[in-house]
């Protein structure tokens, strides 16, 4: 039997068939703006965009962060962050969008996201004529790279590029002493059950390879597997991260799997959980998480170290 079977992910809806291409781009000319995204899709522009709408939270925070959230006319329920989000008209969901109210809107241009958006809501878009930006963050340098997508858009690079600087130079103190255990094991839990994980080709996987860990399904193919219980037995993780906060979750872990109490991290404190509004965002608060959870595995490391002495 396989040890991975192919699922799509309960909390992401991939854009399965859209096919990425790597470079976005943005040219102008004399008369218009002709932008590249991440499907290497051109979109022409009459000048630069004054009402657009953001169909992911991520893209919603990174328009704020620079300064352009006055132009925001639209964005979804999930985008709740900054406070200001919350006052904007709602399009729809994550799953839903209400293509006909994005219309009503009269966006110059529509941001969504490939682990995000559906391919339904985005042809929907397309056919009604409406102008869309695909980004697709899949790890730090590809949050990196959307920011300053947007920035070029906006004319606002000088600002991006000060704020990344000060993205790389946190990243580069927090991995300048992470761990070495590259040997070790991590496993980040979506859902319990069906046991699904996030693999080694995702975005959440960029936390495990910045706190110098390896993901316990490294060589799956696929983005969400869903993972055999007893292979958790034999790759032993020394840590858990599941997908969103509950101080019982070593307890339910335990009764859905009472085997696992000879693992690692159920033994030795290893059990972490996480805000999914934070860190399932590939946007501005990226490295504000990766700073939390390092620094609570390192912590957790110290103490059961501390315990063996």
Known sequence: MNTFIKVLPFLFVLLIGFGCKPTAKNVSNNKNIVLVDDLNNKITLNSQPKRI?????????????????????????????PDEAKKITKVGDLLNVDAEKVLMLKPDLVFVTIEGNTQESYKKLKDLGIKVFVSNPRNYDGIKKTFKDLANIFSVTKK????ITGWDNRINKLTAFNSSDTNKYIMFIIELKPLIVAGNK????????????????????????????????????????????????????????????????????????????????????FVDAAEELIKNLRLRKEGLQALKQ
């Open 53 to 81: 709408i953001t169909l992911a939270p991520s893209l919603t925070e990174m328009i704020y962060e620079l300064g352009m959230g006055n132009k925001l006319v639209g964005n979804t329920t999930y985008c709740d962050y």
């Open 202 to 285: 995702t975005f959440l996987n960029e936390y495990i390879r910045l706190a110098g860990y390896k993901n316990i399904v490294y060589d799956s193919k696929v983005n969400y597997p869903i993972l055999n219980r007893e292979e958790v037995l034999k790759r032993n993780p020394s840590f858990i991260i599941f997908s969103y906060e509950d101080k019982e979750i070593a307890k339910k872990i335990l009764k859905l799997y009472p085997e696992w109490k000879k693992i690692d991290a159920i033994k030795n404190n290893g059990v972490i959980t996480i805000n999914p509004n934070v860190y399932f965002r590939p946007g501005v608060r």
């Open 160 to 163: 991006a590029d000060s704020i």
